[in-house]
């Protein structure tokens, strides 16, 4: 008796998957999680401009300051203001009053993040799965687009009152550009001072204190020329002035300065770049880095 031996069909195993770079992979990855940043950035900023229409005050009394200045200086200050060289100081006063109005920054996004450390929503945006730049990203471009309203409406103030550009329309483009980069770096100091102050009331103050100084020891508003020769340093090197000088010959205004033989008298713009692009490397880290740390209070 014989019998058969059945065999089954052999089934070829599955193929061994073939192995994929890992720089790829980690580059792939590492796009895919920026992608994820810049969409929790987004989503909380449209939460914070968002609150715009329900304290529509905040937004009002942000541009009713910078108007004052315009006016105050334009009407009561300006005829006791010589320039040297001659020229209009209104045209002279609105970079001034334009990178003063950008540096304020600092202080709405001090209190904004104070408030929302002491209202306990640091904590809530930490448990979700999102990144931790995110909640600052998104409260610095939100207060962005605030500064660029009030921005334009002093801009028509200063038409009002008798500013005129004469540079160009790139050129004043580009200085729109150095006011903005500036404004979101010196909101990158105030993120990490909301949140390494216990209160909101202790924001306001340490986010404005520090400015006034920075804003007034430079040629915003008066010309450096009848300063000490000491003080005069200062204000030459001071980022503000850089900001300020860059936006006025871009605007094709009225711009003595006191040595133009220096570095910032020269590369007026360059040195407003620079300054600007190392606030952000200085105080991103920083600031993401306390927010890691931070609790509410």
């Not at 987004?42 to 229409?53: A, G, H, S």
């Not at 430079?218 to 503000?240: D, R």
């Not at 008298?265 to 300054?275: I, K, Q």
Request: aromatic share 10%; glycine share 8%.
């Amino acid at each position: 008796m014989s019998s058969t031996i059945r065999r089954e069909p052999h089934e070829p195993g599955p193929l061994p998957a073939t192995p994929r770079p890992r720089g790829r992979r980690r580059a792939s990855s590492g796009r895919l999680q920026l992608l994820d940043e810049l969409r929790d950035g987004l989503v909380l900023t449209e939460r914070n401009l968002r609150q715009i229409p329900r304290v529509p005050e905040l937004l009002v009394f942000s541009t009713i300051q910078p108007v004052i200045f315009v006016l105050l200086f334009s009407f009561v200050f300006g005829s006791a203001i010589p320039l040297p060289g001659g020229g209009n100081y209104r045209e002279f006063l609105m970079a001034g009053i334009f990178t003063q109005t950008v540096a304020f920054s600092t202080g709405s996004t001090a209190v904004g993040l104070a408030e929302d450390l002491s209202k306990g929503l640091v904590d809530r945006f930490r448990s979700l799965p999102m990144a931790r730049s995110a909640v600052l990203v998104g409260r610095t471009v939100a207060d962005l687009f605030r500064t660029l309203f009030v921005v334009l409406v002093m801009g028509i103030c200063g038409f009002l009152v008798g500013w005129r550009i004469h540079g160009g329309l790139p050129a004043a483009l580009a200085a729109g550009a150095l006011l903005l980069l500036f404004g979101f770096a010196m909101s990158w100091v105030g993120a990490w001072i909301g949140l390494s102050v216990p209160n909101p009331e202790v924001a306001n103050t340490a986010g404005f204190i520090w400015l006034f100084p920075l804003t007034f020891l430079s040629n915003a508003f008066v010309p450096a020329q009848g300063m000490p020769t000491w003080l005069q340093k200062v204000v030459e090197w001071n980022p503000v002035t850089a900001t300020v000088t860059a936006c006025r010959e871009l605007f094709g205004n009225p711009n003595p300065f006191v040595n133009v033989d220096s570095l910032p008298g020269r590369h007026p713009v360059v040195m407003s770049l620079s300054y600007s692009l190392l606030v952000l490397v200085v105080f991103v880290p920083l600031a993401v880095r306390k927010y890691r740390s931070a609790s509410s209070r």
